[in-house]
């Protein structure tokens, strides 16, 4: 079965970090593009970060330089770190495979003091 699952989403206070986990199961999210999206209440769902198959890395420049994306190939998870929070990263968090167009259910991400 092919599946994304998120986990990792919560409640942090301005400046504060989360690290989210994409798992994949059914596919091998080495061979294939990995990305993180999110979508803040009211807003389109917009691109975070990805890496191809030959873990070339891009970023929204909201985030460059404060979200890194990384990949584990032993455990096939997808791992999107975030530092120095703003209440404008507010949303939630998907994941997304190129294999089949897949998306993960999503986790919430909430900064707020």
């Known amino acids: 079965q092919v599946q994304l699952v998120e986990s990792g989403g919560g409640s942090v206070q301005p400046g504060g970090s989360l690290t989210l986990s994409c798992a994949a199961s059914g596919f091998s999210a080495t061979q294939f593009v990995m990305a993180w999206y999110r979508q803040a209440p009211g807003k389109q769902r917009d691109l975070v970060a990805l890496?191809?198959?030959?873990?070339?890395?891009d970023y929204a420049p909201s985030v460059k330089g404060r979200f890194t994306i990384s990949r584990d190939n032993a455990k096939n998870t997808v791992a999107l770190q975030m530092t120095d929070l703003k209440s404008e990263d507010t949303a939630v968090y998907y994941c997304?495979?190129?294999?089949?167009?897949?998306w993960g259910q999503g986790t919430q991400v909430t900064v707020s003091a």
């Open positions: 997304y495979s190129g294999f089949r167009a897949t």
């Open positions: 890496m191809n198959a030959d873990g070339i890395r």
